[in-house]
């Protein structure tokens, strides 16, 4: 199958006709691929329909971005349909309770699959936005294969991609959403590890670029890029393939998931297999 990692810039809309253009034209460039991944908040972009004040305003834009989730699902569920492929949607704010989670949702050509929120808050999410985690991780059966979500912080905690790989889980999505380089390179070097040592496809999709008018997301940096273990099946340096830093546009490859299997079986090295004997390892002293 091909895959499509976006590097996504955020821009300002006068109305939802003008988003619409836009999702429209990306899913369009991409075209030929079978999966297309959005980033981690790239949904913010709609806070700027509620006008300068609201997009400024860290709980107004939450609420801005809240209200539109019917149409944006409409439109990937159209754009799904149309293209024939897989979606993951740029994620960002539900309100199914008094506060909102952060929600990526995956629609695939028949309709919607699923949606995955994120579980581990960062500080800023914690401390700053009051955005809280979810209820736990999933697994999505796909004609692709069997695919699971860890937006962002979740990649950089190894018991949660080990949770998706142990349920069988072939490929990760890892919408990511970073202002700082330090901050890309966290979830990269996360990213990167997760596929290390569940053996699998790791895909990042990052925001990219500066937005003046949105505090929440005013720096975005960082690069698309498509992970594989490097264990004898894939390049050797575990990069399938990726783009250039902050540079906007889509990221593709054409990706075998059948040899994920095969790394898991007869790879120079199998951490999956054999990431039960670390559990079992104890100190000594």
Known sequence: MRIAAAAYPIDWF??????????SRWVADAAGADLLVFPEYGAMELASLGGRQAAGDLEASLHEVGRHWPRVRALHLRLAAKHGCYILGASGPVFDGPRPVNRAVLYGPEGFVGHQDKQVMTRFEREEWDVTGGPGLRVFDTALGRIGVLICYDSEFPLLGRLLAQAGVELLLVPSCTDTVAGFNRVRIGAMARALESQCVVVQAPTVGPCDWMPALDENRGRAAIY??????????????????????????????????????????????????????????
């Open 14 to 23: 006068d109305g939802f006709a003008d988003y619409e253009a836009k999702l």
């Open 228 to 285: 594989g273990p490097p264990d004898g099946f894939w390049p050797e340096t575990g990069i399938i393939a990726e783009g250039g830093m902050d540079r906007p546009g889509w990221v593709t490859a054409d990706v075998d998931l059948s040899r994920v299997a095969h790394s898991r079986r007869h790879g120079a090295v199998l951490p999956h297999a054999h990431w039960p004997e670390s559990e079992s390892v104890g100190l000594i002293g």
